[in-house]
C-alpha cells in the first residue's frame, strides 16, 4: 500500500511538524550520486521570494524523478525549503565556523525575513500536478553579545540551515518580536501546507 506522502527533505523538523498535523511521512531523500546541495545554488541578483520558489520546485522536479527511478510505489510528495533575507540579500547555510559569525553579526539587532515555500506534487493522467505556496514572516533579533554568538556557532548549531540559526535553539532568547508563521519559521509553514494537501485531495 503507498504511504499518505513522500517528504523529500532531510530535515528532522519537518517530519515532526507533518505529524503535528496528522501526516506521517515516508522520506523520499536523495541518492548517493545525487548533487542535492546543487539544487541551492543561487543565481546572481536572483530575489529572496524567486530563488526559494525556483529551489522548492527544483527539488520537488528531482524528487518526483527519484520516485520514479526506484519504482516504489507512487503517492503525493511534497518538498520544501526556506531561506533567509535580509533586505535583498540572501543569507544562505553557512559554509564554515567564520561565515556562521559573519552571518549571525549581520542579524544581530535587525528585523529580517524567512521565506519558506512548500510544494507538494500529485499524480495526475498527465505526469504530476504541482501546487506551491511562501510563507514570508519577519525575525528581530536583539543586539548579539559576541560571546554569546561564538559559543552559539561552537555548539554546531548554525550548519545546515539558512542563515545561521533555528528558532526553536538557544538563540530564540534574545528574538524579542517574530511576526507571521513560527512553523514556517522552522521550515514547513502548516497553514499554508494543510491548503494545499487539502485543494489536492491528500486529507490531513
Not at 495526475?124 to 552559539?152: C, I, N, T
Request: proline letters at 7%.
Amino acid at each position: 500500500m503507498p504511504p499518505v506522502l513522500y517528504l523529500a527533505s532531510q530535515s528532522p523538523r519537518r517530519r515532526q511538524l507533518l505529524t503535528q498535523i496528522g501526516v506521517t511521512p515516508e522520506l523520499l531523500l536523495p541518492d548517493a550520486d545525487e548533487d542535492a546541495e546543487a539544487l541551492e545554488t543561487e543565481r546572481a541578483g536572483e530575489a529572496p521570494r524567486a530563488y526559494v520558489e525556483r529551489v522548492t520546485l527544483n527539488k520537488l522536479t528531482a524528487a518526483c524523478a527519484r520516485l520514479a527511478r526506484r519504482g516504489w510505489p507512487v503517492a503525493p510528495v511534497l518538498c520544501s525549503d526556506t531561506t533567509v533575507a535580509l533586505g535583498s540579500r540572501i543569507l544562505g547555510k553557512p559554509t564554515d565556523e567564520a561565515d556562521a559569525l559573519a552571518t549571525l553579526r549581520q542579524l544581530s539587532g535587525h528585523t529580517h525575513a524567512v521565506l519558506t515555500a512548500v510544494a507538494v506534487a500529485v499524480p495526475a493522467a498527465a505526469g504530476w500536478q504541482q501546487r506551491l505556496a511562501v510563507s514570508v514572516s519577519h525575525v528581530r533579533f536583539a543586539e548579539l553579545p559576541d560571546d554569546v554568538l561564538r559559543a552559539y556557532v561552537a555548539s554546531g548549531e548554525p550548519f545546515g540551515k539558512a542563515g545561521a540559526y533555528a528558532i526553536q535553539s538557544s538563540l530564540a532568547g534574545w528574538i524579542p518580536q517574530i511576526e507571521g508563521s513560527y512553523s514556517g519559521i522552522m521550515g514547513l509553514p502548516l497553514y499554508e501546507t494543510t491548503q494545499l494537501l487539502r485543494d489536492l485531495g491528500v486529507h490531513p
